[in-house]
């Protein structure tokens, strides 16, 4: 059983961290970085993304040794991306990476504590805007602070949705971006799009966006936007309707109940292989 001043104890040691990495990230944003390319030539990978998820797992292990990581940029080097029942960190050390490299200023780190497989803490930074969104299991979520809510929004025509086109050239997965868009767009107030899984997540928890949906994203884009919407009153579900399931590369998230199940009923749907 997790005490909650363990949870403090991890949550005070993650945020130490947390900045120390944002400091990083705004230094790296002015002088330009090196970039790479992972699965093509749109799925950008840079030295500080790298830096970033070193400096956070070091940090971590070095206090917490018996616990578990998951890294977007360990996993893309190898290592099996697995979610067992020991505390797991789950660290995407820049999400929107495509954004940081263009100095477009919504990047940020998202980081997550799963214990028995469910996620108790959240963080999501975004160090260039200084927007610090925090959430701990039971404690409510926080925009530098301040307690946020979702929206009421319970109808898609009332609805802001954050939705994205990817970083994917999968002609299968393009076209059902595309598809969506058709879809949506006559029914909806609007859409957005950050480039940013967990700083879309973060939006629909403040209530400045209603929902957001991705088919293709990792369980680091969204592990700690799933607290952050759960803990300010939102649901995180899959998008066919049913329980999250974090390893399926797909996710919706909304401010009401009636407002996902409504979404369930007209996305086009696409099953992203191979899981994470
Ligand atoms: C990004 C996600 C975003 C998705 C992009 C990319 P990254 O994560 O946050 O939702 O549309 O394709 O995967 O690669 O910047 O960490």
């Known amino acids: 059983m997790t005490s909650a001043e363990n949870i403090d104890a991890y949550f005070d040691c993650v945020l130490g961290l947390t900045k120390i990495a944002g400091e990083l990230i705004r230094e790296k944003v002015k002088a330009g970085v090196k970039v790479n390319t992972k699965d093509c030539d749109i799925d950008l990978v840079t030295e500080t993304d790298q830096e970033v998820e070193k400096l956070l797992i070091n940090g971590l292990k070095t206090n917490f040794p018996s616990h578990k990581f998951i890294g977007e940029e360990t996993v893309a080097s190898g290592q099996k991306c697995e979610l067992s029942n020991s505390p797991t960190w789950v660290i995407d050390p820049i999400d929107g990476t495509m ?104 939006m629909v928890a403040m209530g400045a966006a209603d929902a957001y949906f991705e088919f293709g994203i990792h369980i680091w884009d969204i592990g700690a936007g799933e607290i952050l919407i759960t803990e300010a009153g939102g649901v995180v579900i899959d998008p066919v309707g049913g329980p999250l399931d974090r390893c399926s590369r797909r996710v919706l998230c909304a401010s009401t109940n009636d407002l996902a199940v409504e979404f369930t009923k007209c996305l086009q749907q696409y099953y992203p292989m191979p899981r994470d």
């Open 99 to 202: 954004n940081f490299v263009h100095a477009f200023p919504h990047c940020c780190i998202s980081v997550a504590l799963f214990i028995d497989a469910a996620p108790v803490i959240g963080i999501i930074y975004n160090p260039t805007l200084e927007q610090l969104f925090t959430a701990k299991k039971g404690q409510g979520a926080y925009l530098n602070g301040e307690k946020i809510h979702v929206s009421k929004v319970a109808t898609m025509n009332k609805a802001l949705l954050m939705m994205e086109n990817g970083t994917s050239r999968e002609p299968e997965r393009v076209k059902t971006v595309f598809a969506n868009h058709q879809i949506l767009i006559p029914k909806l107030h609007g859409t957005r799009t950050l480039g940013s899984a967990a700083l879309n997540m973060a």
